[in-house]
């Protein structure tokens, strides 16, 4: 995805929540949003980091952002 995002600093008041954020990029990016989060959860088989720690799947909305902090989308792959 990160040919349809890359890096996409986004404005938000403080304090603010990785929920409200990604409601923010889904006005701006609706399809790209879509292929992972939905209702405020993240789909199955993608994780998210915050500062390069992995974000509990269920709790991802609710965390708190800062100024500067970045986050990271994840999707595995594996094969043989």
């Excluded at 879509?34 to 509990?56: C, D, T, V």
């Amino acid at each position: 995805m990160r040919p349809a995002v890359g890096r996409h600093p986004l404005e938000l008041p403080a304090p603010a929540t990785l929920g409200q954020a990604l409601a923010q990029l889904a006005e701006q990016q609706p399809d790209m949003v879509s292929r992972f989060w939905r209702e405020q959860r993240l789909l199955p088989g993608f994780f998210l980091f915050k500062n390069q720690q992995m974000l509990p799947p269920g709790q991802a909305a609710d965390c708190t952002l800062a100024a500067g902090d970045q986050v990271r989308l994840v999707q595995p792959l594996s094969g043989g």
